[in-house]
């Protein structure tokens, strides 16, 4: 395990963009992967969006596909998720997590940072 720390939060209009950080505490690995997931009140947590940490491939949910942009600062050991056009229902606590692997369970999470979106 690795420690996780989100950060950018916070409460935008419908249609305005955000973007939100993860700092990874610690040595990271090309193979790891990292992703994105969120929790809304009342829903279980889902997955938002993922990528290779050595080669920078991204994957993402249909929901948000379009709209999210993940990426990554391996030199900085910083992962990062752009949220454009943002809607209500995107409202969440979204929290980073690291994988040893693409086929392996997340195994390291942050503490979550909470995005409202509301007008």
């Known amino acids: 395990q690795v420690p996780l720390e989100e950060s950018g939060g916070g409460v935008v209009l419908p249609g305005n963009s955000l973007r939100i950080s993860c700092k990874v505490l610690?040595?990271?690995?090309?193979?790891?992967?990292m992703a994105w997931f969120r929790q809304a009140p009342g829903k279980e947590r889902e997955f938002v969006a993922s990528?290779?940490?050595?080669?920078?491939?991204?994957n993402y949910a249909q929901s948000v596909e379009g709209r999210f942009t993940i990426s990554r600062e391996s030199g900085r050991n910083l992962m990062f998720l752009r949220m454009d056009s943002l809607k209500p229902e995107d409202t969440a606590i979204y929290y980073c997590a690291k994988a040893e692997g693409p086929y392996k369970d997340y195994d390291s999470w942050g503490q979550g940072t909470q995005v409202i979106v509301s007008a």
């Open positions: 610690g040595r990271t690995f090309p193979s790891w992967t």
């Open positions: 990528i290779r940490w050595g080669v920078g491939t991204a």
